[in-house]
Structures are given as structure tokens and as C-alpha cells.
């Protein structure tokens, strides 16, 4: 079903004259593709300790800022590009295998339950509902703030009921879902300001791990800065999360989603109509990745704006890929994978851009000065060295755009997305 051909470059990760791991860069072909895929792999020695493992793992990332773990084997990682049902993908991952139904979304199966033959109301309230109770799977563990992946997670499922419900609005009463979208724009908004800041939180760590004590200067007072501004958002979202106002909408939500045809259209006797989702998913399908191909005759030389507009045109269609997964057909696995890898590219690009301003804002506030003077205070000198390495990731990363997206809008992704299509 697959082949995999590797060639693995060795070497040897020395501390204080020990040797303490061993690191390998792996590129790795997949049925004899015509780019390989990158993988790192540091693992520690005998002599080595799980701490200098993470002190090797934080400089890599640091000179690395857009290296993204990766917890699938190469054996998974094949399967998916080959485009392997869910059930071989599961079985390659070790999971037990079932077949997944409405009940299975409710307690947390690993598919909302779409059918074909559901009209697009229907389809729209499982997938909401799928992920309704991921939102609320993790809303404990985000207030709690041990684990910030817990906010993380809770935050994408936010995003994903925002994309649904513009995917599946037309199919409702024109006011169902309106006080629904306001208020998971309000959940997101709370999450969000909190989660931002653990992102930022965490690549200055990892950066200022990266330094000579004597380099770090000013970062410490970055540290604190953003710390302070994170203390704030955690509050107001806190504060959220215990409101009337949010514990109404869940109770109004749940009751929605829990009773079939609420809010739905209601359908004309005698008339041929576009309802089921095999009536409209194909058509939709296209039509989203028409709106990505619109900006071939703009990408010569694009502004980070338009770039920003892209990567969210593309999560679009990913995000409605898999809601359609289980009746579009293991086809669209590639091409979920391919658009995935140009969103965490585009999106890697956006933060190194929002920290470039953030940084440049906190010097000219910290200094009293405009930029070009402030960069020269001995004072700020980790800070500035931050931020010329983040404005030096804004530039390698725009240099990997144009490869991407000749990956995404290669005919073989475009028949792969043809067969998903016919599958309807």
C-alpha cells in the first residue's frame, strides 16, 4: 500500500564534552513523492538526562521556531497521504475501531455521525453538537489552567462551531442561529486573548533558553509585561465562564442541538430542492476551493494582510472537509494533510508578524522613544535581538510560500479532491 524510502542524517549532540544524545534529520519520500518530508528526531544517550533532552529540544526550536512536534509514526503519517481509510489509520495508531453514529458524537466518539442522506439542517446540528461537547470536555481543564493544551483545545472547538454554523446557516431560519454565533463569538474572544498570550509566553521562553545569560537583556521585563497582560485576560475569561450570560447560552445551545428540525427550514411540498448533502456538499466543496485559487493572479508578491486572508480561506475548506469526512471518503485524506501543512505555514507566518509588532510597541513603550532609537539602549538589547530574529522568521517563511502553494494547487490534489467529490 505505501513505501517509504528514507536517508538519515547522524549527529552527535555534546555537552560540556559529554555526548548526551544523538540527533538525526530524516528526509522521508512517500510513494516516491517528489518533496520530501523533514523529520527531527533528538534521542538521548546513556550518559544523557531527560533535562538536557529538553535543553536540546528547546534550542532546536528556538533556531527552529517553525518546527511543530509531530506524535505519528512515519507508518501513520504514510497512511494518511496515501489517503487510508479511517479504519486502517486507526489501526496504524492502535485505537479500537467502531462505527460512528450521532450517540458516538455525544460521548466524544471521534466523528460527528454525517450522513449522505441528512438533510443539511441535520448535518449542520451533529456537527455543532460534535463539537459542542468537545467545548465543554475541556472547560473545566481550562479553567483550572494547569494544562494550557486544555484552552487550546477548547478554543478550536469554538472556531469550528464559528465555521459551521457560516457553513450551514442558509439552511435555517434566518434568526436560529444568530445569538448562537454571538455568543461562541464571545467565548472565543475571552479564550483567545488568554491563549495568544500563552503562545508568546512560550516561544520567548524557549528563545530566551536559547541565550547567554549576558544577551538576555530586557527580556525579563518583556516576560513580566506579558505575563501581567495575561494575568488580566485569565481573569476576564474567568469571569466569563461563571457568568449568567454564558451558563444560558449553553443551556440554550444544548437544547437546541438536542432537538431535531429546531431552527430548520422548513421544506416546500412538491418541489425540487437542494436540501440533503449529497444535493449541495460537491458544489460547496468547489466553490471553496475556487475561492483559494482566486489568489493565484495575486501572489506574486503578496502582503502579509493577503496572506492572513488566504490561510483563512483555506481553513475554511479544511474545516468543511472534515465535517464531510465519513461521506466524502478517504480521498480527501491528502488533501485535509496538504491543507493543513499550508495553514500551519501561513499561520506560523502571522505570528511571527503579530510578535514583530508587539515587540516594537514594547520598545517604544518602554523607552519613551521612537523605534530606531530605542533599538539602541543597551537595556533592550535581548528584546531587540528578538526582535530582528522574528522579522528574519517573517522572511524565511514568505520564501517557502510560492513551494506550498504549488503543492496545493497540484492536479493530483485537485483529482484527489474530484474523487471525494464523486463519492456524494
Known amino acids: 500500500m505505501i513505501r517509504i524510502q528514507q536517508t538519515r542524517h547522524v549527529r552527535q549532540v555534546a555537552l560540556a564534552g559529554r555526548v548526551v544524545a544523538e540527533m538525526s534529520l530524516d528526509a522521508v519520500l512517500f510513494n516516491a513523492a517528489d518533496e520530501?518530508?523533514?523529520?527531527?528526531?533528538?534521542?538521548?544517550?546513556?550518559?544523557?538526562?531527560?533535562?538536557?533532552?529538553q535543553m536540546c529540544g528547546a534550542a532546536l526550536q528556538a533556531a527552529f521556531p517553525a518546527l511543530q512536534p509531530e506524535p505519528r509514526s512515519k507508518l501513520f503519517i504514510a497512511l494518511a497521504l496515501a489517503g487510508a481509510a479511517e479504519t486502517e489509520l486507526a489501526l496504524a495508531a492502535g485505537e479500537e475501531v467502531g462505527v460512528p453514529d450521532t450517540a458516538s458524537a455525544d460521548k466524544g466518539g471521534r466523528a460527528p455521525g454525517v450522513r449522505s442522506d441528512d438533510r443539511m439542517s441535520e448535518a449542520g446540528r451533529k456537527t455543532l453538537r460534535f463539537h459542542f461537547r468537545r467545548m465543554?470536555?475541556?472547560?473545566?481543564?481550562?479553567?483550572?489552567?494547569?494544562?494550557?493544551?486544555?484552552?487550546h483545545d477548547m478554543r478550536v472547538a469554538t472556531r469550528r462551531m464559528r465555521a459551521a454554523l457560516k457553513i450551514f446557516e442558509p439552511y435555517f431560519d434566518e434568526d436560529a442561529l444568530r445569538p448562537f454565533a454571538r455568543?461562541?463569538?464571545?467565548?472565543?474572544?475571552a479564550l483567545g486573548q488568554v491563549r495568544d498570550l500563552d503562545v508568546l509566553l512560550d516561544k520567548l521562553q524557549r528563545y530566551t533558553a536559547s541565550l547567554p545569560e549576558a544577551e538576555r537583556a530586557g527580556l525579563e521585563r518583556l516576560r513580566l509585561a506579558w505575563e501581567a497582560q495575561r494575568?488580566?485576560?485569565?481573569?476576564?475569561?474567568?469571569?466569563?465562564?461563571?457568568?449568567?450570560?454564558?451558563?444560558?447560552f449553553k443551556r440554550d445551545f444544548e437544547a437546541f442541538l438536542t432537538t431535531a428540525d429546531a431552527g430548520a427550514r422548513p421544506l416546500v411540498r412538491n418541489q425540487p430542492q437542494r436540501v440533503l448533502v449529497c444535493h449541495v456538499a460537491a458544489s460547496t466543496v468547489w466553490l471553496d476551493f475556487e475561492s483559494i485559487r482566486a489568489y493565484e493572479w495575486v501572489l506574486d508578491r503578496p502582503s502579509l494582510e493577503m496572506l492572513h486572508q488566504l490561510r483563512i480561506e483555506i481553513k475554511g475548506l479544511r474545516y468543511l472537509l472534515e465535517y464531510l469526512r465519513e461521506v466524502l471518503g478517504h480521498e480527501v485524506a491528502p488533501v485535509i494533510a496538504e491543507l493543513v501543512q499550508t495553514q500551519d505555514l501561513l499561520g506560523d507566518l502571522h505570528d511571527a508578524d503579530v510578535?514583530?509588532?508587539?515587540?516594537?510597541?514594547?520598545?517604544?513603550?518602554?523607552?519613551?522613544?521612537?523605534?530606531?532609537?530605542a533599538v539602541k539602549q543597551p537595556e533592550m538589547t535581548g528584546v531587540v535581538a528578538y526582535l530582528t530574529s522574528q522579522e528574519a522568521q517573517v522572511r524565511k517563511l514568505r520564501r517557502r510560500v510560492p513551494a506550498a502553494w504549488k503543492r496545493l494547487n497540484a492536479p493530483r490534489l485537485r483529482r484527489q479532491l474530484a474523487l471525494a467529490a464523486a463519492n456524494l
Do not use: C
Not at 455568543?183 to 474572544?189: A, E, Y
Not at 510578535?355 to 532609537?373: I, K, M, W
Open 36 to 53: 520530501p518530508l523533514w523529520l527531527a528526531e533528538i534521542e538521548l544517550s546513556q550518559d544523557g538526562s531527560q533535562a538536557e533532552l
Open 136 to 151: 465543554l470536555r475541556q472547560e473545566k481543564g481550562a479553567a483550572k489552567g494547569e494544562d494550557i493544551e486544555a484552552l
Open 183 to 189: 455568543n461562541l463569538r464571545r467565548t472565543g474572544r
Open 231 to 248: 494575568a488580566a485576560a485569565r481573569r476576564a475569561m474567568l469571569a466569563f465562564l461563571e457568568s449568567n450570560r454564558y451558563r444560558q
Open 355 to 373: 510578535a514583530v509588532h508587539l515587540l516594537s510597541d514594547f520598545l517604544t513603550q518602554q523607552t519613551g522613544l521612537p523605534e530606531a532609537r
